[in-house]
């Protein structure tokens, strides 16, 4: 991906955070669990979270009901407004609207820095040695990305490539999801960078069903649809709805993979 294509399509994200913040699934609690494991001292008060795109506070939300010290980063002023009316009741969360790689860290290090479901749409020559520069000696460098792998309602999402091929010219013809097993895990861009070891993976899986209604929606958060020129995008939601309704009774389940990252800051 260009840097140019990047920028354009992380800011689709911040063009409909109501929506967003209704239609996104959110994060297995287990992956919380594994997080505080990881932690230097767990995820409770006193522990200081610096969060990368947060969003509408998705993943923020968690961590400052357990009680954690969050400054949040989020690129998009809509997304920034809705995060901080998720977060109003937490006074130790502060979300700052600015981009990641213009945001001034400050002297204080950060126990976990954390990115889910946003590091990808940083600039890749910055996120990693940055969020190195966040952290203090033990800390935790911890991303998160999710997947759409094989299962649920798998006749569904064969027939439904139909709809892409005829309205996305980008889809590749034939295209089947794959198993979670072999999806790769997420090491490249952590090469090079001598202040994190190894990293550790934790995998979730779960299937979640949708309405026709509950999952256009879904689709109008993803920003290779919202992308789209408006003609096309309109036929291919159009074509999945029809679908979905004729062919599925209204109904479609969606199975993810959700991969938390944990590489920890040596000294």
Same mark, same amino acid.
């Given at each position: 991906?260009?840097?140019?294509?990047? %920028?354009?399509?992380?800011?689709? #994200?911040?063009?409909?955070?109501?929506?967003?913040?209704?239609?996104?699934?959110?994060?297995?609690? =287990?992956?919380?669990?594994?997080?505080?494991?990881?932690?230097? $001292?767990?995820? +409770?008060?006193?522990?200081?979270?610096?969060?990368?795109?947060?969003?509408?506070?998705?993943?923020?939300?968690?961590?400052?009901?357990?009680?954690?010290?969050?400054?949040?980063?989020?690129?998009?002023?809509?997304?920034?407004?809705? $995060?901080?009316?998720? !977060?109003?009741?937490?006074?130790?969360?502060?979300?700052?609207? &600015? &981009? #990641? %790689?213009?945001?001034?860290?400050?002297?204080?290090?950060? @126990?976990?820095?954390?990115?889910?479901?946003? #590091?990808?749409?940083?600039?890749?020559?910055?996120?990693?040695?940055?969020? $190195?520069? $966040? *952290?203090?000696? /033990?800390?935790?460098?911890?991303?998160?990305?999710?997947?759409?792998?094989?299962?649920?309602?798998?006749? #569904?999402?064969?027939?439904?490539?139909?709809?892409?091929?005829?309205?996305?010219?980008?889809?590749?013809? /034939? !295209?089947?999801?794959?198993? =979670?097993?072999?999806?790769?895990?997420?090491? @490249?861009?952590? =090469?090079?960078?001598?202040?994190?070891?190894?990293?550790?993976?934790?995998?979730?899986?779960?299937?979640?069903?949708?309405?026709?209604?509950?999952?256009?929606?879904? *689709?109008?958060?993803?920003?290779?649809?919202?992308?789209?020129?408006?003609?096309?995008?309109?036929? !291919? !939601?159009?074509?999945?709805? /029809? *679908?979905?309704?004729?062919?599925?009774? +209204?109904?479609?389940?969606?199975?993810?993979?959700?991969?938390?990252?944990? &590489?920890?800051?040596? &000294?």
């Amino acid at each position: 991906m260009t840097e140019t294509e990047r %920028e354009r399509l992380r800011r689709t #994200f911040t063009e409909a955070p109501e929506l967003y913040d209704r239609a996104r699934p959110g994060y297995p609690p =287990a992956m919380y669990d594994d997080l505080a494991t990881a932690a230097p $001292a767990g995820l +409770g008060p006193g522990c200081r979270v610096l969060e990368i795109g947060c969003g509408t506070g998705q993943a923020t939300v968690p961590l400052a009901r357990r009680g954690c010290r969050v400054t949040a980063v989020e690129l998009g002023a809509d997304m920034a407004r809705v $995060a901080r009316r998720n !977060l109003a009741g937490f006074p130790d969360v502060t979300v700052v609207n &600015a &981009a #990641f %790689e213009e945001w001034p860290l400050p002297p204080e290090p950060f @126990d976990v820095v954390l990115a889910a479901t946003a #590091f990808a749409w940083v600039d890749p020559a910055i996120r990693v040695p940055r969020s $190195a520069d $966040a *952290l203090r000696p /033990g800390g935790v460098l911890a991303t998160v990305r999710t997947h759409h792998v094989a299962g649920g309602s798998e006749e #569904f999402f064969a027939e439904v490539q139909g709809c892409y091929e005829r309205f996305d010219p980008a889809t590749p013809p /034939g !295209l089947r999801l794959r198993p =979670a097993s072999a999806v790769p895990e997420d090491r @490249d861009d952590l =090469a090079g960078e001598e202040r994190f070891a190894a990293p550790v993976f934790h995998r979730y899986e779960r299937e979640l069903p949708y309405s026709t209604a509950e999952y256009l929606d879904l *689709l109008r958060t993803y920003s290779g649809h919202r992308a789209l020129p408006g003609p096309a995008r309109d036929g !291919l !939601l159009g074509c999945v709805r /029809g *679908l979905i309704d004729e062919r599925h009774g +209204g109904r479609v389940v969606k199975r993810y993979l959700t991969e938390l990252r944990l &590489a920890r800051r040596t &000294a």
